[in-house]
């Protein structure tokens, strides 16, 4: 248990010490008006207490990676506490929280907006449609999971959790911010708190034999190295829980929301710190289950099932299952508001009137059904989507990265802080195109090469601008 205490501790330091350090760089301004002040329109732009968006950009980014995600990544080893640690802080957390800086920054702006600000038309074109069609996925992938879960929980069955789940969609993208989210988010946060403080005390109480990160960082999937190498796998299987690209496309629905700018590291940069102290808490609880069962077991529900029941009893399994139903409802609907938002900008409609939200949306509700049908029906469906949504959210993550470091250079200063994630992640991103089983399937050094001439030409591009920049700044001051 030493390494998971080292690393808890270093997760909140990071928030007070790193934290801090990044909110400098952005340099928010307490006294400028934000977008909820100056765009007030009772829908989408609207003041609400600081401590309620925490909790809303919390769920929104939650999702099922904190949990299912960091399960997953705990069958490599001791090595999943680092890049959780390590991924929240110096990736993940300054991702999310100048993301959504840069939104507020700039009215409100949606993702694939800033994106195309700092990288060009052509990416912000490819952006709309790409970051669309993630919250596509991210609105049907995250049905299935919470319609089980539920479905053994009560004496309905999955279908009509479906049917449940998706008319509470529609009903949270169409209505004003405040009248669903507003109000049912900090009831679902404490479930999802509930659940990971009691899996923690348990943690402590039990105080179990884990694998410590001074032991050796090899990797013990039971797949071999071979079938899932170290890298890129865990950093793809943990996701959430160190970085997601998702995350910035949720960012800016807070921005539109609050009203200073102080209020973003609490906001931004603390969700993700809070998000990743949950990830680490079940990769240290996977860590148990796997001791006392083995690694054979590949499906997270069943083994949050096996954790909560035999810690935190009958009344309290049910508390905690909750929260991680919660988790994913709570991301699939901010999803799918996003992508009416993205859209709306992009078609540049106003969306104050129910009128004009419900004709962007059909189409969205449309596909997202169609998706989520082919999800149950097929044997392999969900499987596939699920690894076409897990790689299009860390591709989303890589742009974010680039679009922030181009934006730190041009203030002049520490552009150093995204670069190194930035270019962290296009090698992890391509490595994974070439290695992985569902993709290319190339020989491991291949693949390695190929992802480092990937990431190579990514960080020449980004210097060969920022050269540009300085040769025309100084061609303006002479």
């Known amino acids: ?7 808890f501790a270093a997760l909140i330091l990071g928030y007070l010490v790193y934290g801090k350090f990044v909110e400098k760089v952005f340099g928010p301004d307490p006294n400028r008006v934000t977008p909820a002040i100056a765009k007030q329109d009772g829908v989408d732009f609207m ?19 904190p949990i299912f995600g960091a399960i997953m990544g705990a069958k490599f080893g001791s090595a ?7 991924g929240s802080i110096f990736a993940g957390a300054t991702h999310d929280y100048l993301a959504g800086m840069m939104s507020i920054r700039e009215g409100g702006e949606s993702l694939p907006d800033i994106i195309g600000r700092h990288l060009g038309m052509k990416a912000k074109t490819v952006m709309r449609i790409f970051t669309v069609v993630l919250m596509i996925l991210v609105g049907a992938v995250f049905v299935s999971g919470p319609s089980a879960i539920l479905a053994n929980l009560t004496s309905l069955d999955p279908v009509a959790w479906f049917a449940i789940i998706f008319i509470y969609y529609i009903l949270a993208t169409l209505l004003p911010i405040d009248k669903v989210i507003g109000k049912v988010y900090p009831l679902f946060a404490i479930a999802l708190i509930f659940m990971a403080v009691g899996v923690l005390v348990m943690l402590i109480n039990t105080n179990p034999t884990l694998p ?39 960012s800016p629905l807070m921005a539109r929301c609050m009203t200073n700018e102080k209020h973003g590291r609490p906001i931004f940069y603390g969700a993700m710190i809070t998000e990743g102290l949950v990830a680490l808490i079940w990769a240290a609880a996977a860590n148990y289950f796997f001791n006392e069962h083995g690694m054979g077991e590949n499906n997270a529900s069943l083994i949050v099932n096996d954790i909560t029941k035999n810690w935190l009893g009958s009344v309290g399994s049910v508390l905690a299952l909750l929260g991680v139903v919660f988790a994913p409802i709570t991301s699939g609907d901010t999803a799918l508001r996003s992508a009416r938002l993205i859209v709306a900008d992009f078609l540049n409609k106003e969306q104050k009137t129910i009128k004009s939200r419900l004709a962007i949306s059909l189409p969205i509700f449309v596909v997202t059904l169609g998706v989520l049908i082919y999800s149950v029906s097929d044997k392999e469906g969900f499987n596939l989507i699920w690894r076409y949504f897990a790689w299009c959210n860390q591709a989303l993550s890589v742009f974010t990265l680039w679009a922030i470091t181009v934006f730190l250079s041009k203030k002049g200063n520490y552009w150093w802080v995204t670069f190194v994630p930035a270019a962290f992640m296009t090698m992890v991103c391509s490595t994974y195109i070439f290695i992985a089983p569902e993709c290319l399937a190339l020989d491991h050094t291949v693949s390695y090469a190929a992802g480092a001439v990937c990431t190579i030409v990514a960080v020449a591009m980004f210097l060969k601008s920022l050269n540009s920049g300085k040769k025309s700044t100084e061609i303006t001051v002479k």
């Open 1 to 7: 248990m030493g390494s998971f205490y080292v690393a």
């Open 47 to 65: 003041p609400l207490p600081t401590w309620r968006i925490f909790m809303i950009q919390f769920l929104n980014i939650a999702g099922l990676g």
């Open 80 to 86: 999943a506490y680092l890049w959780i640690v390590f």
């Open 212 to 250: 410590e990160i001074w032991d050796g960082l090899q990797n013990t999937h039971p797949a071999g190295e071979d079938a899932m190498p170290l890298f890129p796998m865990m950093f793809v299987s943990i996701a959430c829980g160190a970085i997601s690209g998702f995350h910035a496309t949720q």
